[in-house]
């Protein structure tokens, strides 16, 4: 089963950005949707941004002109890009990969926004 390792967080200033990264072990042409999600404490697991096959992308009306997510076939990456952080963008950031309802989740990277 492919595995989906995040890296890229760490701790920025309100108005800085930061840049994550999703490596797979094996393609991700295949899958049908990649996705960054992300759960602050004390609160569900949300969607932030998902990008599909086709090459679609969809964005959390929050993070809207402030996000952007791209993927890399060739690399078997797919990254996003977080500009204008606020402190409410602090969250552990997951990774996700769906394919014929199966859904895989990296381990989480640790994003946190000072004000």
């Known amino acids: 089963q492919v595995q989906l390792v995040e890296s890229g967080g760490g701790l920025a200033q309100a108005g800085g950005s930061l840049s994550l990264s999703c490596a797979a072990s094996g393609s991700i042409f295949s899958f049908d949707i990649m996705g960054w999600y992300r759960q602050a404490p004390g609160k569900q697991r949300e969607l932030v941004a998902a990008?599909?096959?086709?090459?679609?992308?969809n964005y959390a009306d929050s993070v809207k002109g402030r996000f952007t997510m791209s993927r890399d076939n060739a690399k078997n990456t797919v990254y996003l890009q977080m500009n204008s952080l606020k402190p409410e963008d602090t969250a552990v950031y997951f990774c996700?990969?769906?394919?014929?309802?199966?859904?895989?989740w990296g381990q989480g990277t640790q994003v946190t926004v000072s004000s």
């Open positions: 996700n990969a769906q394919r014929g309802g199966v859904s895989i």
């Open positions: 990008i599909f096959r086709g090459g679609f992308t």
